[in-house]
C-alpha cells in the first residue's frame, strides 16, 4: 500500500511538480458492498478526466498521493467521471490531506486533517444529498417531479444562505464555491429531467427554478464551465431542456446541431457542442456536412486538435476509399469475398439474430432486393451473432426466408472493428470496384437508400 | 376508463330520437309518479350492477350501469353465447388509434317484465371484470332514472311533470357526445379553485380523477398538492401516470361541497400529450354513491339527495 503511494507520488511528481510544490495526501476508506476500484479525477474542458485509479485493499484501504495541476476542482469516486453518480468534487492547491470515506452512495470526512475548503464542500454535499439522491441516482427510490419540484425549491432558497459564516479565507476557493452552488443546482435540475422517471412535467407545469433556468447564465464565458468537472453534461442539459421550453424538435445533420448551438451565447462553448456532434458521426461525409457549416466554432487550439482527432479515422473511411476486403462464410461454409463481388454494387446489413431493429429490416431488405433483382446490386447481410449462436442464425435465415449472401462473421470480426460498428443494425454501400460509397448509409426502410444504391449503379 | 367513450359514436343517432319520442309521450297522461319498472340492484365494489335478460334468452345478465358510456356493451364471448349477431363494424378513432367495433342491432333488453327494444349492442373482446357488459344512458335517453342506494333499486318514469322527492338538490347537466357533464369546482390545496367540466361516471370504480389537460393546465401537481399514493391508468396501450390525495374541497355545481375527499390526477409520461379527452375530468361511484340520483334527461338535470343510511354504499 505505502509502496503503491509512494509510486504514485512519483509518476504524478513528474507530470505536474511543476506548479504544486508539495503533494496532496488522499488517503480513505471504501465502504460499499463490493471493492471497486476509486478514481481520482481532474478537470478538463468541463469534464473529469481520470489522473489515477487506485484498487483498494481487501478491507478497503485507497489512497492517492499527487501533485496537482493547477488550484481548484478534482473528483474522486468510484464513478465513470461522466455523471454526477459516485463522484465528488474536492478542491486542492497542494499540500493538503484529505481523509474520506466513500459509501454505496455518498462519502463522509474522516480524520482531523482535512482543509477548510474540503469541509464546506462536503458540507455542502451533504446540504444537498437529498436532491443529489433524487437527481442523480433514479434508478433508487421513486421520485417524480411532483416530490421534486418543491424540495428542490426549498433548497434552493436555502442555498441563498447556505455560505453564510462558512467564509475560508481563501477567496479563490470562496469564489469558486459560490459558483459551484450555482452549477451543482442547474446539474441536479437538468440531471432530473433527463432521467428515466415514472412521470414527467409538461413545461406548463415547471416549477419557478426551472422556468428561470438560463443557459446564458452558465454558459457565457468559458472558465466557469471548463472548470466544472460536469461542465459540458450541465451544457447538453441546459440545452435540452431550453429545447423542451422552447419546443424545439430535435434534428439530424448541421441544422439539427445549429439548433441546440443557439442556446449557448459563447463561441467557443458552441465549438464544444460541435465537437460532441462530430465525435458520433461514424462517416466523413456526415462529418463535412457540420463542419464545413459551424466548424468555425472549433476555435482554440486544444479543440482543433481534437477535431482532426476526430477527422482523421472518419477520413479513412470516406467516399473513395478502397473498402475493407471482407471475408466470411455463408450458412454452407463456402466463403465469400468481398473481390468475388466486384462487378456490382454491394450494400452490406452487418445484424445478428437478437437484434430487434436489425428484424425490423428484413422484410424492407427483401422487398428492396427483389425490386432491384435484375440490378447489378449485391445483398450482403453479416451476421455478428456469437459462434455459438451459429445455429439459431442458419435457423433464422431459413424462417425468415432472407434472401441475398448471408455471411457469419461472429461477434469478434475484423469488418465491425474497421468500421468502427459498435451499433447494429448498420448499412455500408460500396461501388462496383469495392470503394466506399457511404459507410453509414440510410436504412432499407428508408426510401434513401434505394435511391442512393441507384445513383452508385449509374456512376 | 376511456374505452367506453367508444360507446359515444354509435348510440349517437339514438339520442336525437330519444328527444323526439319524450315530446311526443308528454302529452299524454300517466301516473307520473308511479315507475314504468322498477328492479333492484346489486352494489358490487359500490357499482350498480343490474340483472336484466336478452332477446328471447332467459339467461340473466349481469350488466354495470355506467352513465360514462352512451349504449349498451357486452363482451364478445357472451355475445356468442347468447347467439347475436353483427350486422355491422364501425371503425372508432380511440386514444392510441383506431378499434373496430362489432354490433349487434335490433335487440331487446329486459328488465324484468319491462321491454326495451331496438337496441344496438356493441361487443368487445374484454370489458370490466366481473360483468358481462355495461349499460349506459341510453335507458336515460328514455325514461327518468331514479337510482336508490337505501332500497338498491333502479326505477324508470315516463317523463313529464315528475316531482322530485324532498330533501335534496336539483343540478342541471349538459350533454356532450351522449355524455352528462357537470359544472364542479375543485379546491385542491388551499387558496386554489378551479372549475372545469367532469362527465358524471357512475362506471368508473374511483371516486373523483381530473384529466391530463385539466392537471397540466391548472398545475394541479405542482401547486402544493401532496400525493399519498401513485399509480397509473393504461388505457390502449398508453399509460399514464398518476397521483392520488386528498382534495381540500369539491363541489358538484351547486350541491353542498365536499371536503377531503380522495381525487386522482392524470401526470405526464414524458410523451406526447395530445391527449384531448373534451372534459376536464370524471366523477366516478365512490363520489355518486354518497346520493340517490334522479337522472332526467328531458329536464337535462339530475336531482341528488343524500343517502339516508348511516352506511353509505362505498
Redesign the interface.
Known amino acids: 500500500m505505502i509502496k503503491k503511494l509512494i509510486s504514485a507520488a512519483l509518476f504524478m511528481g513528474m507530470s505536474y511538480g511543476a506548479l504544486a510544490q508539495s503533494p496532496v495526501t488522499i488517503t480513505g476508506d471504501l465502504k460499499t458492498d463490493h471493492v471497486v476500484p476509486v478514481n481520482l479525477y481532474k478537470v478538463v474542458d468541463g469534464k473529469a478526466n481520470a489522473i489515477a485509479q487506485e484498487k483498494p485493499t481487501r478491507d478497503g484501504k485507497f489512497g492517492f498521493i499527487f501533485y496537482p495541476e493547477y488550484e481548484g476542482f478534482y473528483v474522486i469516486g468510484t464513478g465513470s467521471g461522466i455523471s454526477m453518480m459516485d463522484a465528488y468534487k474536492f478542491y486542492f492547491k497542494g499540500g493538503e490531506k484529505l481523509s474520506l470515506a466513500i459509501s454505496d452512495t455518498s462519502y463522509t470526512l474522516t480524520g482531523k486533517e482535512n482543509s477548510k475548503e474540503n469541509i464546506v464542500l462536503t458540507q455542502w454535499h451533504d446540504f444537498i444529498y437529498p436532491i443529489e439522491k433524487k437527481s442523480v441516482w433514479f434508478m433508487k427510490g421513486n421520485s417524480t417531479y411532483v416530490d421534486f419540484f418543491p424540495q428542490f425549491e426549498t433548497a434552493v432558497a436555502q442555498s441563498k444562505t447556505f455560505l453564510d459564516h462558512k467564509t475560508t479565507g481563501d477567496a479563490h476557493f470562496d469564489a469558486a464555491m459560490k459558483q459551484v452552488i450555482q452549477f451543482d443546482l442547474a446539474s441536479y435540475a437538468t440531471n432530473f429531467l433527463q432521467t428515466p422517471r415514472t412521470a414527467h412535467p409538461s413545461v406548463e407545469e415547471f416549477s419557478p427554478y426551472f422556468v428561470a433556468l438560463n443557459p446564458a447564465d452558465f454558459t457565457t464565458y468559458t472558465q466557469p464551465l471548463y472548470s466544472y468537472p460536469f461542465g459540458i453534461r450541465l451544457m447538453d442539459g441546459l440545452i435540452a431542456v431550453t429545447m423542451r421550453k422552447n419546443g424545439t424538435k430535435w434534428q439530424k445533420g448541421p441544422t439539427g446541431v445549429k439548433t441546440m448551438i443557439d442556446v449557448i451565447p459563447n463561441d467557443t462553448l458552441k465549438g464544444e457542442i460541435v465537437l460532441e456532434s462530430l465525435a458520433t458521426l461514424k462517416n466523413f461525409s456526415a462529418y463535412q456536412a457540420i463542419n464545413d457549416t459551424l466548424g468555425k466554432y472549433v476555435i482554440t487550439d486544444n479543440q482543433k486538435s481534437r477535431n482532426v482527432a476526430i477527422a482523421t479515422p472518419l477520413a479513412e473511411l470516406k467516399t473513395g476509399e478502397d473498402g475493407y476486403k471482407f471475408s466470411y462464410p455463408d450458412s454452407t461454409g463456402k466463403v465469400v469475398n468481398m473481390t468475388d463481388l466486384k462487378g456490382k454494387v454491394i450494400l452490406v446489413d452487418v445484424w445478428a439474430t437478437w437484434c430487434g431493429p436489425c428484424r425490423g429490416e428484413i422484410p424492407y431488405m427483401k422487398k428492396l432486393a427483389e425490386e432491384m433483382k435484375d440490378k447489378n446490386v449485391a445483398f450482403v447481410s453479416i451476421s455478428v451473432d456469437k459462434v455459438k449462436d451459429h445455429d439459431k442464425w442458419k435457423k433464422m435465415v431459413a424462417d425468415e426466408k432472407m434472401t441475398g449472401l448471408q455471411l457469419f462473421a461472429t461477434d469478434q470480426n475484423d469488418f465491425s472493428k474497421y468500421y468502427k460498428i459498435n451499433t447494429i443494425p448498420r448499412f455500408l454501400v460500396f461501388d462496383k470496384t469495392g470503394k466506399v460509397v457511404n459507410v453509414d448509409s440510410p436504412r432499407p426502410s428508408e426510401p434513401e437508400l434505394k435511391a442512393l444504391l441507384e445513383k452508385t449503379l449509374a456512376n | 376508463m376511456k374505452t367506453k367513450y367508444l360507446l359515444i359514436a354509435f348510440c349517437f343517432s339514438l339520442l336525437i330520437g330519444v328527444h323526439n319520442l319524450a315530446c311526443a309521450q308528454a302529452g299524454k297522461v300517466y301516473d307520473l309518479q308511479k315507475p314504468v319498472i322498477s328492479i333492484p340492484f346489486e352494489v358490487e365494489n359500490g357499482s350498480i350492477v343490474l340483472t336484466v335478460t336478452l332477446n328471447n334468452s332467459h339467461q340473466p345478465l349481469h350488466l354495470l350501469f355506467d352513465t360514462g358510456a352512451d349504449g349498451i356493451a357486452l363482451t364478445q364471448g357472451m355475445a356468442d353465447t347468447l347467439g347475436l349477431q353483427v350486422t355491422r363494424k364501425q371503425s372508432t378513432s380511440v386514444v392510441g388509434g383506431n378499434m373496430d367495433i362489432s354490433i349487434s342491432e335490433n335487440n331487446t333488453i329486459h328488465l324484468d317484465t319491462f321491454a326495451i327494444g331496438g337496441q344496438s349492442i356493441a361487443l368487445f373482446k374484454t370489458l370490466k371484470h366481473g360483468v358481462d357488459g355495461i349499460i349506459g344512458n341510453n335507458i336515460a335517453k328514455r325514461f327518468i332514472v331514479k337510482v336508490d342506494f337505501d332500497t338498491k333499486q333502479l326505477s324508470l318514469y315516463n317523463f313529464g311533470n315528475y316531482k322530485y322527492e324532498p330533501g335534496g338538490t336539483t343540478v342541471s347537466f349538459t350533454l356532450s357526445k351522449g355524455l352528462i357533464i357537470l359544472t364542479c369546482t375543485l379546491c385542491l390545496t388551499a387558496g386554489q379553485s378551479d372549475t372545469g367540466q367532469f362527465v358524471f361516471d357512475s362506471g368508473a370504480s374511483y371516486g373523483l380523477i381530473c384529466f391530463r389537460p385539466f392537471v397540466?393546465?391548472n398545475?394541479l401537481?405542482?401547486s402544493?398538492?401532496i400525493?399519498e399514493s401513485?399509480g397509473?391508468t393504461t388505457s390502449m396501450g398508453i399509460t399514464t401516470?398518476t397521483?392520488t390525495g386528498k382534495a381540500v374541497s369539491f363541489t358538484v355545481s351547486n350541491l353542498t361541497p365536499i371536503n377531503n375527499l380522495p381525487v386522482t390526477l392524470m401526470?405526464?409520461?414524458?410523451q406526447d400529450?395530445a391527449w384531448q379527452p373534451g372534459f376536464d375530468g370524471s366523477i366516478g361511484i365512490k363520489f355518486i354513491n354518497h346520493y340517490n340520483f334522479t337522472i332526467n334527461m328531458q329536464r337535462s338535470e339530475i336531482y341528488f339527495k343524500p343517502l339516508s343510511k348511516a352506511d353509505q354504499s362505498n
Open positions: 397540466r393546465k398545475r401537481l405542482v402544493g398538492f400525493p401513485s397509473s401516470p397521483f401526470a405526464g409520461s414524458g400529450e
